[in-house]
């Protein structure tokens, strides 16, 4: 069953060209996610790093699809060269401050990356499609816009590494109560956009939303759609048991890696 108290949802369809293209029409920030928004602008705006090429804001809440007390609040930083450990630590130190502030935001998520590294990556799609920029120069004139396929693979392509090293993980008792949630989240997450990934081709659509991966997924795996809702399940209400995760990557997430591969998709 897809969760009830996710409502809204932004799926981007293939154009006229067969490519994807941000719908701009579809940008809005929620009333609560504005202050929040404002408070991390001011923060980079004092902070005046030089380093720093751009910050793009990403995700559900750039839609106005924003759960409380479920979504995150997600940024790309763009940078010209690495940040420093210094200049990393003073930034992450105050998301935590914001986040104690904002308490119904599950998270202040941020992705580091060099301007060279981003361009070439992947996670550029992200960039292209679900994100506005918020500081500094906007960079998405210079990344393509992607095709229905491999181009939208992000997930997937880093699936077979991630799993292999979170069971590695396991094995070696890395995880407790206390992280084992958030790492049973996160690996969700990507099994679940994995599937979307899979049929995104067929389907001619590319999102992030968790439960519209899971509807468009089993429209064409309708076998798998058990497999799927557990882990679509662990992604909204995760465990400590890293026994029903490791099912999940027996069942659902070595599968993808497999389906990818025989589609050629990775």
């Not at 490519?19 to 504005?34: A, G, L, N, R, W």
């Not at 301007?115 to 292209?128: A, G, P, R």
């Not at 991966?213 to 809702?229: E, H, L």
Request: proline share 4%.
């Amino acid at each position: 069953m897809v969760d009830p108290k996710i409502t809204k949802s932004i799926c981007i369809y293939k154009s006229k060209d067969g490519k994807f293209h941000m719908p701009t029409s579809k940008v809005y920030i929620q009333k609560d996610y504005k202050f929040p928004i404002n408070n991390v602008l001011d923060f980079f705006q004092r902070l005046n790093n030089k380093n720093i090429h751009s910050i793009y804001l990403r995700g559900s809440i750039v839609f106005g699809s924003g759960i409380k007390n479920i979504s995150d609040l997600d940024f790309f930083i763009i940078t010209l060269r690495p940040l420093a450990d210094f200049d990393r630590q003073l930034i992450n130190n105050h998301m935590k401050k914001l986040n104690k502030k904002y308490p119904f935001i599950t998270k202040f998520d941020i992705g580091y990356f060099t301007l060279n590294q981003i361009l070439s990556m992947k996670e550029n799609v992200l960039i292209k499609l679900t994100s506005v920029c918020i500081y500094g120069k906007d960079l998405k004139y210079r990344i393509k816009s992607p095709r229905p396929g491999r181009d939208i693979t992000i997930s997937l392509s880093l699936l077979e590494n991630e799993i292999k090293k979170t069971k590695k993980e396991i094995k070696i008792g890395l995880y407790n109560k206390t992280n084992t949630p958030s790492m049973c989240i996160w690996i969700m997450k990507r099994i679940i956009r994995s599937g979307l990934e899979i049929v995104s081709k067929r389907e001619g659509c590319f999102t992030r939303d968790l439960n519209e991966c899971f509807k468009k997924f089993i429209k064409y795996y309708p076998d798998k759609k058990d497999d799927m809702q557990k882990a679509l399940s662990l992604a909204i209400k995760p465990t400590t048991k890293t026994k029903l995760i490791k099912e999940v990557f027996y069942n659902m997430g070595d599968w993808l890696i497999s389906e990818g591969k025989k589609l050629k998709l990775i």
